[in-house]
């Protein structure tokens, strides 16, 4: 059950937040920063790429190296396939996952490591594997670990992660804002340098400070009602959320969303884009999971009984209303089912900008929703 009080209780929200949930949310502006700053300071703007890569290889654990390679390919397009390399291994443990380069990958591909541990034995010997292959090697991950050792011997280019005090403090949620935004950030400048997309020094100022701004919208001391991170947790007690997304960039942020609640959060989601979501979720929504399925005897007493689960459509867009759009078919179809449906947007502005504000507020939405229910 959520506890909807806490939502407006700056100061229960921060004891509930054993993880540093709340403060990686709310410093994701100033990791942008910092991240931006060492990756300078490693060199990435004094790359002189001879080309684009055949292909960008990304190899981490958990969600954080997920998400990066889901916003990283849809940002880069089809120029230069971003591939995760999944890990193997009987535990998510950083002594047990295991690597492994695909049998092409070659001297013109290009190989990230992104890590918020770096004492994965397996990503060392991965680095060592590529430099041995003549793969190009890139590695973000805390400075002193035995990561940044593995990438000095390897001829790598190594950008410490940007890291808070607090981080060490408990376990760091591989859905956690600010690891995501510390890992992303070098990537980011890093893909510019080379031409695969365009984040340029200024372009991730303005995330930064879009980030900024977000955190000043959707931080603890704004009440609920005019948060709209705690509307969002608020709306999503106690329903099964079916994420719609519309618009490419809105695709990443939909994806790790409903990761987010799940890890975080511990609530199962279904996410699809649209139009193609119409059809997938159709008949989810027609279902016993509509609001207006009741298929019980009415007479029935209920007074014991657990409420029903019914779906409620979470609708993420990348650009104003108006245009080619499916969202009005979307309405319909929710409403026609009495299934609500909420709606994020974002500011005008640049790619970058409007991804990172649906990210931020989705972020604080997810922790919001851990903190107020327990998880």
């Known amino acids: 059950m959520l506890d909807e009080s806490l939502l407006d209780s700056p100061e229960g929200l921060a004891e509930a937040d054993r993880r540093g949930l709340l403060r990686g949310a709310a410093e994701a502006g100033a990791r942008v920063r910092t991240a931006a700053r060492h990756a300078a300071e490693a060199g990435v703007g004094n790359l002189k790429p001879d080309g684009r890569p055949r292909a960008v290889l ?24 971003v591939v995760r390399l999944a890990p193997s291994g009987v535990a998510p443990a950083a002594g047990a996952l295991r690597w492994e380069l695909p049998g092409w990958a070659g001297s013109v591909d290009l190989l990230l490591i992104t890590t918020p541990d770096g004492t994965e034995p397996s990503l060392a010997l991965l680095a060592d594997q590529a430099y041995r292959r003549g793969v190009t090697v890139v590695a973000v991950a805390p400075a002193g670990t035995p990561l940044a050792e593995a990438a000095g011997a390897s001829h790598a280019l190594f950008v410490p992660m940007a890291t808070a005090p607090y981080d060490h403090e408990e376990p760091l949620a591989a859905s956690s804002p600010g690891v995501f935004w510390a890992l992303l950030t070098p990537l980011l400048a890093l893909l510019d340098r080379i031409g695969l997309l365009t984040a340029p020094p200024e372009a991730l100022e303005k995330v930064a400070d879009r980030l900024d701004r977000i955190a000043e919208r959707c931080g603890p001391a704004i009440v609920a009602y ?8 608020a709306e999503l007690a106690d329903v099964l959320p079916v994420v719609w997304t519309e618009g490419a960039s809105a695709g990443p942020a939909g994806r790790r969303f409903a990761a987010a609640l799940a890890e975080l959060a511990g609530r199962p989601a279904v996410v699809a884009e649209l139009p193609e979501a119409l059809a997938a979720h159709g008949a989810l929504l027609a279902g016993p999971l509509a609001a207006s399925a009741d298929p019980d005897d009415f007479f029935r007493d209920r007074v014991e009984d657990a409420p029903a689960l019914h779906a409620r459509v979470v609708l993420l867009r990348d650009r104003p209303s108006g245009g080619l759009s499916a969202a009005p078919t979307a309405r319909d179809l929710a409403l026609s089912h009495d299934t609500p449906i909420s709606e994020l947007e974002p500011e005008e502005g640049g790619e970058l900008e409007t991804l990172a504000e649906l990210i931020a507020v989705t972020d ?3 922790v919001y929703l851990a903190l107020a229910s327990g998880a």
Do not use: E, R, Y
Not at 226 to 233: D, G, I, Q, Y
């Open 58 to 81: 990304i190899a981490g654990p958990g969600a954080a190296a997920t998400h990066t390679a889901d916003l990283l390919g849809t940002l880069a397009g089809p120029g230069s396939p």
């Open 226 to 233: 005019s948060n709209p991170a705690k509307t969002v947790a």
């Open 364 to 366: 604080f939405a997810a």
